[in-house]
């Protein structure tokens, strides 16, 4: 059942108590971790985002014959009490209960922490993070998974290993962290990390973090990259450049404002896109050349296609040029999961938010279309990661539509540079393992 490297995953879990694995998607995280449960014993807290709750573990323990019973901590009040009043050995919750869940008259006596993708506790400062780390002593064994444990910066790790040694290795203050392995610059809003100071953090994390690259175990079809650029005419483009300067502009009567930079980001994002809402929330027409694009390129692949878009208002007007496409997250997600896998739709739409954990894609199409570049490189890997892994048979194509000498620009670059960090971070610390364990 087991491959020989997710048996030794499994007998690391097992023979140690705390652990962080941050694991390539699709090397099996799920099914090694409920064996490692399996022999482990004990009531464990299982934290992960909605849709993985809902459909990943416990049809995967049911697929490869796994004997552990579940509990779906979900829905209003009383069905919530009722799941933890059930005798189970796992009881699944999403993160946004933690704060109810530590406050219940009926919380059993827990023996595990998992979190699956503990990503999501990468922000301190967050409530779902506080309650966590004030229970933490509620559990014997912690374990954390996650293929994208940096996705912004090496400050991700310090609230995740956190939650596993309460502050052993990187510290018990997140500011005295920030200090000790970073610096900004003379406003404190942008950080960096000091020279010396990774190598310092992945000698730190070596003996409680096991890291899987899939390339190592798995034999994946080439994905490639391809951006599509999109060109405004001079005039759209005057207009955006003096709404990046100004933070104003008129379209008509209508006034359009940014009262702020975050603001200003995400209107300058819509534009590029082609259509902007304003503080009434009425949709303004800027350009129609992505929709073109778009329509033309779907044509041109001739292939069932995901379409990732990223306002609302952009869906409703990519739903107009494609009245048969299915949107995801509306209605049977289940079922539009299957209908994608046996070949039934030709265009699916998916927000990154929605559609980013716990599904399998890789049945039904090999090519992925974001209508624009998003910042979050943990929305972006796990989205395209639908799509390219085991299962897959044909080459993956991620198509980018980026409308050119706009913001578009600065949000790939971004991302390429995330991007790069996190896997300069897990390919040292794959290394750092590697010869801790010869050794």
Request: proline fraction near 3%; charged fraction near 25%; charge should be positive.
């Amino acid at each position: 059942m087991l491959r020989p490297y997710q048996q030794r995953m499994m007998n690391e879990m097992v023979t140690r108590p705390r652990l962080a694995l941050f694991a390539d998607m699709g090397t099996g995280k799920t099914l090694t971790t409920l064996k490692a449960l399996e022999k482990i014993k004990g009531k464990t807290l299982l934290i992960a985002p909605i849709r993985v709750c809902e459909t990943v573990w416990e049809q995967e323990a049911a697929k490869w014959g796994v004997k552990l019973t579940f509990s779906l901590v979900r829905g209003h009040v009383d069905a919530r009490v009722q799941a933890l009043k059930k005798k189970s050995d796992v009881y699944l919750i999403n993160p946004d209960l933690i704060a109810w869940l530590f406050t219940a008259d009926v919380l059993p006596q827990f023996d595990n922490l998992v979190i699956d993708e503990s990503s999501l506790f990468k922000n301190p400062s967050t409530k779902r993070f506080k309650i966590l780390k004030k229970n933490l002593k509620r559990f014997d064994r912690r374990y954390i998974l996650t293929g994208t444990p940096s996705p912004n910066s090496l400050m991700d790790l310090w609230s995740q290993i956190g939650i596993l040694d309460n502050g052993q290795r990187l510290g018990t203050g997140f500011s005295r962290f920030k200090d000790t392995y970073f610096e900004s610059d003379y406003m404190g809003f942008k950080w960096t990390i000091r020279k010396g100071s990774k190598e310092k953090i992945e000698q730190l994390l070596a003996d409680i973090v096991l890291r899987l690259d899939a390339k190592d175990y798995l034999d994946l079809p080439e994905m490639t990259e391809n951006d599509i650029v999109v060109q405004l005419s001079s005039k759209e483009l005057k207009q955006y450049r003096q709404f990046a300067k100004d933070m104003v502009t008129n379209f008509g009567d209508t006034e359009l404002t940014a009262l702020s930079a975050v603001t200003l980001h995400g209107k300058l994002s819509q534009l590029a896109n082609g259509m902007v809402y304003d503080e009434e929330g009425v949709i303004h027409f800027f350009h129609r050349k992505k929709l073109e694009t778009l329509q033309e390129l779907v044509e041109e692949i001739d292939n069932p296609v995901i379409i990732v878009y990223k306002y609302n208002h952009e869906k409703d007007e990519i739903l107009k040029l494609f009245p048969e496409a299915v949107l995801f997250n509306q209605g049977d997600t289940n079922q539009h999961v299957k209908d994608w896998n046996q070949g039934k739709i030709k265009q699916l739409l998916l927000h990154p938010a929605s559609g980013g954990h716990g599904i399998n894609l890789q049945e039904g199409g090999n090519h992925i279309i974001w209508f624009s570049p998003i910042p979050s490189l943990e929305q972006y890997l796990q989205t395209n990661k639908r799509v390219h892994r085991s299962g897959q048979t044909k080459p993956v194509f991620i198509h980018r539509l980026m409308a050119e000498h706009t913001i578009d620009e600065q949000t790939s670059e971004n991302l390429k540079a995330k991007d790069a960090n996190q896997e300069h971070f897990l390919n040292s610390m794959k290394k750092i393992i590697s010869e801790l364990r010869r050794s």
